[in-house]
C-alpha cells in the first residue's frame, strides 16, 4: 500500500501525484518507470517515474485519463493508498557527456521527460528542452523544465502558446539555424517520437526514444510489451524503455497498443455508467 | 472391508478407482476445478490396492522421497491426519503436488500394481491419495504447524515465491531463522499462481498455502523486483545472512516466425497472466482484458499449451488447434492433462509445425502456415525428431495464436549480480547437493537452476538448499 501525499489536476484530463514509496525513491533514476495496480481488480499499467524526493521519500507521477484504470487513479484523493507499486522497473537512461543535448517532450510525455532533461544536465550537458502540446493547457511542467534546461522552446499544434506548430518543426529550426546537436531524446506520443526520429534520421543525428507500450508483470516474463527494433524482438520493460529511435518499428508498436482499445472503450463505459 | 484379510489377488483385482469430474462440456464454461477428487470410499478402496511392497520401489520415483506405503497405509486404516503427517515429513505441499505432478513418470511408474497390470495406468493412483488427504486436512481444521526452534537471530532472504521458494521459506525458518520472501509481483506462488490455471490447481489452495506459512512467521514482501529495488549485495547490506534464489524460468520462448508480433500473438505465459493471475477471466467485472477469441492456435505440446488450450476454451473460443510437431505419444504434458483436453474439445493438429503467421492490414493475426512433419530417427531427447514434409504447408484461419513452446530463465539476478556464474542457458550454476552458487551465501534452486522442470523437482532443490542454508548458518563454512 502506498499512501497518496499530494494531488492536482494540471488540466482536466490529466493529473500529478505524489506518492509515498521510499525505497523506489531513494532507488530510481531518470527514465525508470514502476507499474501500478489501483485497487483489488485492477490492471497493472506501468507508468514513468516523473520525479522523486529520496528524503522525504515520494515519487510523483502524471497520468493523463485514457481509461478506467487511470480513471479510477484520478479519483483517489490524498490520504488515499495505491494497492500494488512495483518499481523502479526497466533500465535508467544512459547519461553521459554528449555536448549538447535536445530533450523532446510530447504533451503527457513532458513528464517522463522532465528527470531526462534534470539527469543529463547534472551530467554535464547543454540541455535544450522542446515541449509540445495540442493546445496551450497540454504543456505541462514548464517551470520545472526551465529549470532542468539551458533553454526551452514551447509548441502547440494550435498556435496558443509559443510556437505554432510540431515539435519536429522546432527541431527543424534548430538544425537549420546550425545548432549543432549531439544527441536528441524524445518522449510523448508514439507518432511524435516515429516523426522525430525520421527528422533525425536524416540529419543522423544519434536519438533515443522511450516507449510506452502495453505491459502486464514489466518483469520480462510475459512479452506483452515486445516491439521490433532493428530486425530484433526487444521488450520494453526489461531491454528499455529507451532504445534507438532509428531502428524502432513504430508502426508495428502503433498497432500493438490500440490492441485492446474495444475491450478499454467497454471498460469505461460501464464504469461511467455505474 | 477389513484391509488387513485381503490377499495381493485380491488387491490387484479392485480397480484404479477414477476421480469423479465435472462433465467436458459443462466445464468448459466455467474456471471450477475440473476433478471433485476422492470421497473417503473411494480413496480407501484405491488404498487398499497398495501391496505395502517391502522394498517400496515407488520412493524411488518420488524426487522428495515420500514414504508412500507408509501414507497410503495411514488411508487404508482410515487414519488420515497421519497419512499427511506422513507425507508432509518431505512435501510440504501436497495438495498442490498431488494435483500438479507427473505421477506417471515418477512414483506410479515404478508402482508394482502397475507393472503387474503391464499399464502404469493401473498403477496405485499415488497422486490422487495425496491430493485426498491433503485435502482433507484444510477441510477439517487447522492445518498441523511444524514446530518452530528457538530464534537464532540470523536472517534468510528467498528472492522468488514459487515452488523452490516456498520450500525453503518453510524449511529455514524451521530451525529459528527470520526469513523474508521479496516476490516481483503482487500475489506469491509462482508458476502456481500466474501460470497453472485455477481449473487445475484452485488459487486458494496456493494462497492457504501461503497463509500457513506466515503463521509461522515468514514475511512476504511483494512488488519486490530484487536486482532492481535492491541487489542481492544490498541484501547482504541489509543484515541477511544468506539468500536463496529462486526466480524461476520466467522469459517465453518464440518461434522468431515472420508475423510474431502481430495483434493476437501471445506467448502462454502472457495469456495464461491475463486469464490467472489477473483474471481476465471475469473481465470486464476485473480491469485486465484478453482476446476475444473465436479461432485459436497452440503451438505447443507440454502442460503450458494444454493450459493455454483450455483456458482458450473457457474464454469462449469457438475452436482451439493444438498444433505440435510430434505425435501425441511424445506429448510432455501429464496424460491426465492431454485427455482432459481431448474431451473438452481441442482439436489436436500432430506432426505439424507452424512456419508463417499472416495477419491483415490493421496488424491483426488471420492465418497461420502449417508444414506437415514425419518422424525420424531419435534425437538426443531419446524421442524421434519431426521433419517436415516439403510441399507439405496449408493454412487455418485464426485470431489468436498462443505460443507454448517453453520458457528460458528469467535473467534479471543474473543480469544485476554478476559473480553468480550461469551456464550458456542463464541457468545458474549451482552444486549439485548444496545448491550453494558461485557467489558465498547465495543458494538457487527451482527452474532458475532446471531450465523450465518442475513443481516438485522445483521442491525438491528448494529442501536441499535449505539444509545447506542451515548448516552454513550453524557452522559459518562456505
Ligand atoms: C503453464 C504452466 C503449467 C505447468 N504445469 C506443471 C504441472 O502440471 N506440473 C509440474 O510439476 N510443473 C508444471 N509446470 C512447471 C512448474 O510450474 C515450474 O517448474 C515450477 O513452478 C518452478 O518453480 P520455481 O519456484 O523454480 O519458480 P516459479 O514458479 O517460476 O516462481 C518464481 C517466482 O519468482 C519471482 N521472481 C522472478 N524474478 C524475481 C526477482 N528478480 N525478484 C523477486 N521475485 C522474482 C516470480 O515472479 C515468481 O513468482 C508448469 C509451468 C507452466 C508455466
Ligand atoms: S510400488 Fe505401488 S503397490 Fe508397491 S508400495 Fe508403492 S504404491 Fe504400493
Ligand atoms: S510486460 Fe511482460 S515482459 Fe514486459
Redesign the pocket.
Known amino acids: 500500500m502506498n499512501k497518496i501525499i499530494e494531488k492536482e489536476f494540471i488540466t482536466s484530463d490529466l493529473f500529478r501525484m505524489k506518492v509515498e514509496a521510499p525505497e523506489i525513491a531513494r532507488k530510481r533514476k531518470a527514465g525508470q518507470f514502476i507499474i501500478l495496480i489501483v485497487d483489488e481488480k485492477g490492471e497493472r499499467i506501468p507508468l514513468t517515474i516523473a520525479d522523486a524526493d529520496s528524503d522525504a521519500g515520494w515519487i510523483a507521477l502524471v497520468a493523463q485519463i485514457v481509461g478506467k484504470t487511470t480513471k479510477v487513479l484520478s479519483l483517489l484523493e490524498v490520504g488515499d493508498s495505491i494497492r500494488d507499486l512495483a518499481g523502479p522497473l526497466g533500465k535508467p537512461t544512459h547519461i553521459e557527456k554528449y555536448g549538447r543535448v535536445v530533450v523532446i517532450g510530447g504533451g503527457v510525455g513532458i513528464a517522463p521527460a522532465h528527470p531526462i532533461a534534470q539527469a543529463m544536465k547534472e551530467g554535464g550537458n547543454t540541455v535544450i528542452s522542446i515541449l509540445g502540446g495540442r493546445t496551450k493547457e497540454l504543456v505541462i511542467m514548464e517551470e520545472e523544465m526551465k529549470a532542468a534546461s539551458d533553454t526551452v522552446i514551447i509548441t502547440t499544434d494550435d498556435g496558443s502558446y509559443g510556437n505554432k506548430g510540431f515539435v519536429t518543426d522546432a527541431l527543424q529550426k534548430l538544425i537549420d539555424d546550425g545548432v549543432f546537436i549531439n544527441l536528441v531524446v524524445a518522449v510523448g506520443p508514439p507518432i511524435m517520437m516515429k516523426f522525430v526520429s525520421k527528422l533525425t534520421k536524416k540529419y543522423e543525428i544519434e536519438t533515443i526514444v522511450s516507449l510506452n507500450t502495453i505491459m502486464v508483470d514489466g ?1 520480462g ?1 510475459c512479452g506483452c510489451c515486445r516491439v521490433s527494433v532493428g530486425g530484433e524482438t526487444k521488450f520494453v520493460c526489461v531491454d528499455g524503455p529507451e532504445f534507438d529511435g532509428h531502428k524502432v518499428d513504430f508502426d508495428e508498436m502503433m498497432k500493438r497498443i490500440q490492441m485492446y482499445k474495444p475491450q478499454e472503450k467497454e471498460a469505461m463505459d460501464r464504469f461511467l455508467s455505474e | 472391508m477389513d484391509d488387513k484379510n485381503l490377499t495381493p489377488k485380491e488387491r490387484l483385482k479392485i480397480p484404479p478407482q477414477e476421480m469423479p469430474e465435472q462433465d467436458p462440456a459443462e466445464r468448459i464454461n466455467n474456471v471450477d476445478e475440473v476433478p471433485y477428487g476422492y470421497t473417503e470410499e473411494l480413496a480407501r478402496m484405491e488404498a487398499d490396492r497398495c501391496l505395502q511392497c517391502k522394498n517400496k520401489p515407488c520412493i524411488k520415483g518420488c524426487p522428495v522421497e515420500i514414504d508412500i506405503p507408509e501414507f497410503i497405509k495411514a488411508i487404508a486404516e482410515g487414519n488420515f491426519r497421519e497419512s499427511v503427517r506422513i507425507i508432509k515429513e518431505t512435501n510440504i505441499l501436497p495438495a498442490i503436488c498431488g494435483r ?3 505421477q506417471e513418470e515418477q512414483c506410479q511408474r515404478y508402482c508394482i500394481v502397475g507393472k503387474s497390470h503391464k499399464s502404469v495406468e493401473k498403477a496405485v493412483q499415488i497422486g490422487k491419495l495425496e491430493r485426498f488427504v491433503a485435502d482433507w486436512e484444510m477441510k477439517n481444521g487447522e492445518a498441523e504447524r511444524p514446530e518452530i526452534r528457538k530464534s537464532t537471530g540470523k536472517k534468510v532472504a528467498v ?7 516456498l520450500t525453503v521459506a518453510a524449511e529455514v525458518r524451521r530451525e529459528g531463522h527470520d526469513v523474508t520472501v ?4 503482487h500475489k ?5 499462481i ?3 490455471p485455477e481449473f ?1 490447481l484452485p488459487k486458494a489452495i496456493v494462497m492457504e498455502e501461503v497463509e500457513n506459512l506466515k503463521k509461522m512467521g515468514v514475511e512476504v514482501r511483494y512488488n ?5 529495488i535492491f541487489s542481492i549485495d544490498e541484501l547482504f547490506e541489509k543484515g541477511y545472512d544468506a539468500v536463496f534464489v ?5 522469459l517465453p520462448n518464440f518461434l522468431n516466425l515472420p508475423g510474431e508480433n502481430l495483434n493476437g500473438v501471445y506467448s ?2 502472457e495469456y ?1 497472466t491475463r486469464a490467472n493471475l489477473m483474471q481476465a477471466y471475469s473481465f470486464p467485472e476485473t480491469d485486465t482484458p484478453t482476446a476475444n477469441s473465436r479461432n485459436v492456435a497452440v503451438f505447443g505440446g507440454g ?2 499449451a494444454m ?1 493455454s488450450a483450455r483456458t482458450a476454451l473457457r474464454l469462449g473460443a469457438e475452436n482451439v488447434y493444438l498444433v505440435y510437431r510430434r505425435s501425441r505419444k511424445e506429448m510432455p504434458a ?1 496424460v491426465e ?1 492431454v485427455e482432459h483436453a481431448d474431451a473438452e474439445g481441442v482439436q489436436f493438429l500432430l506432426l505439424q509445425n507452424p512456419v508463417n503467421l499472416i495477419g491483415d492490414e490493421d496488424g491483426w493475426i488471420k492465418q497461420v502456415e502449417c508444414i506437415k512433419m514425419e518422424l525420424g530417427e531419435p534425437d538426443d531427447s531419446g524421442r524421434r525428431r519431426p521433419i517436415p514434409i516439403e510441399g507439405s504447408e496449408f493454412r487455418i484461419d485464426i485470431d489468436t495464436c498462443i505460443i507454448a513452446i517453453g ?1 528460458s530463465s ?1 535473467p ?2 543474473p543480469d544485476t549480480t554478476p559473480d553468480i556464474e550461469t551456464n550458456r542457458w542463464g541457468n545458474i550454476v549451482t552444486d549439485d547437493e548444496t545448491m550453494k552458487t558461485s557467489k558465498k551465501g547465495v543458494f538457487a ?4 537452476v532446471l531450465g ?7 521442491m525438491g532443490q ?1 529442501r536441499k538448499a535449505a539444509v545447506a542454508i542451515n548448516e552454513y548458518l550453524e557452522t559459518g563454512q562456505w
Do not use: Q
Open positions: 518483469t516474463m | 500438479v505432478c507427473p528472492v522468488g515465491s514459487g515452488p523452490a521458494g521479496f516476490e516481483a509481483l506469491p506462488g509462482g508458476v502456481l500466474y501460470g497453472i487445475r519486490s523486483v530484487i536486482g532492481k529462486g526466480t524461476g524460468a520466467g502462454a505465459n495464461l502442460n503450458v493450459d501429464r492433462e520458457n528469467n534479471l539476478i534452486g527451482g527452474d532458475i523450465a522442470a518442475t513443481v516438485i523437482l522445483a528448494g
